[in-house]
């Protein structure tokens, strides 16, 4: 049942906010909404910027936004600036609201040092380091991890000296861990970049990076991949509870009453993981706002999926699904030397073992049925697990 209200700001021009307002007309809102977008653009896709737009074969991103049928006032260009109770103030405004969905999402993570550095967030980013990947040029990535590793396979096919700067041991080493992150080192050699591991940068500089110790790598181009943090700081002061991210509940509902947070700045309790998550991938941004609306309408749904990603790198389609600790055990299905292999990490004890994650390079199945075990939280059988010839679904214990 609609609760009565009438104004209902969105704080995000992305696809979260774009979700958010399409399903608050999709449930049967009629009020005003007032979306605020940061950047010039319409909502638009971020995942093919690493990938089909950076390869040349994409220019546009753009989402199938109508803000005429949605009856959105779409304020492009206008960042939402501070929160005051009731009102969100931008640099041309004031929006008072009866519910506020804050979609922020992330801001890259910037290098010390006065040279040029650029990063790789949004279409303009995209397209402005896309012009420079030209045959030849010297491009330092600093960091490993999925948007480097991604950009680092466009430049090279693009003929570029691509160096890979990575200041843990292993390649995606914070996500994965470093037994199964160590598996996509020989990727980049195959892929003629050169990988340089246990190397941190000490600063950005004209012409290069300044590395600990006196070293020097020159570059002509330099794009910082080292992680992002929530897009919050403008919530400072406004009683909102932050800590990495917008603190929410279980239905995704903030410290201050009427505020809701969907996608990467929402930091959500998960009943199934016993822990607080922040998930920086688009398969959030998609379906959290979905969630959000609803209750902001007066449902009482929680949020609490098995969170999944995908990557596209030196020729294969990597998927993670689910969530691991340090301390789960490593099951590997294939051989991760070979073409096609997963890696499945469990938690318990024989006979009440829980699948928590898969990564899969090669093998979609195993990662769809794996998400459809980790979504039941049923028992596995290790050692049908470990078979690759025993489909995943297979290994369940009924």
Request: aromatic fraction near 6%; charge should be negative.
């Amino acid at each position: 049942m609609l609760v009565q209200i009438e104004r209902v700001v969105i704080a995000g021009g992305g696809l979260a906010g774009s979700r958010a307002a399409a399903e608050l007309r999709a449930k049967g809102y009629a009020g005003q909404i007032t979306m605020l977008g940061a950047e010039p653009h319409p909502p638009y896709d971020r995942p093919p910027l690493s990938k089909k737009l950076m390869m040349g074969e994409l220019d546009s991103t753009s989402l199938d936004t109508d803000a005429a049928a949605l009856r959105l006032d779409l304020r492009l260009g206008e960042a939402a600036t501070s929160l005051d109770e009731q009102v969100v103030r931008s640099g041309r405004g004031e929006y008072g609201f009866d519910r506020l969905i804050v979609a922020t999402g992330a801001a890259p993570v910037l290098l010390p040092g006065p040279g040029p550095q650029h990063v790789l967030r949004t279409v303009d980013d995209a397209l402005e380091i896309r012009a420079a990947l030209q045959k030849g040029t010297r491009l330092a990535i600093v960091g490993a991890g999925w948007i480097g590793a991604e950009l680092a396979t466009a430049a090279a096919a693009r003929g570029c000296a691509v160096t890979v700067l990575e200041a843990a041991a292993v390649p995606a080493a914070a996500a994965l861990g470093e037994e199964a992150g160590s598996q996509m080192v020989p990727w980049y050699a195959a892929a003629g970049v050169d990988l340089r591991l246990g190397q941190p940068v000490e600063s950005v500089q004209e012409g290069g990076l300044a590395l600990p110790g006196g070293g020097w790598l020159e570059a002509d181009l330099i794009v910082t991949a080292v992680g992002v943090r929530p897009g919050t700081a403008w919530l400072d002061g406004s009683g909102v509870d932050l800590g990495n991210g917008i603190v929410v509940d279980s239905r995704l509902r903030a410290s201050l009453p009427g505020v809701y947070a969907a996608g990467d700045c929402a930091a959500f309790w998960s009943g199934r993981y016993s822990r607080r998550l922040r998930v920086e991938h688009w398969d959030t941004a998609l379906h959290s706002p979905r969630v959000a609306a609803a209750n902001a309408l007066g449902a009482e749904q929680d949020y609490d999926p098995v969170p999944y990603f995908w990557s596209e790198q030196f020729g294969r389609m990597v998927q993670y699904v689910g969530h691991h600790e340090r301390e789960d055990r490593l099951i590997w299905r294939g051989d991760p030397a070979a073409e096609r292999w997963a890696a499945c990490w469990v938690s318990g004890t024989a006979g009440t073992d829980r699948l928590v994650a898969v990564l899969t390079v090669g093998r979609p199945r195993d990662m769809l049925q794996g998400r459809r075990l980790m979504e039941a939280g049923q028992a596995v059988d290790t050692a049908r697990l470990a078979d690759p010839a025993v489909p995943v679904r297979d290994a369940a214990v009924t």
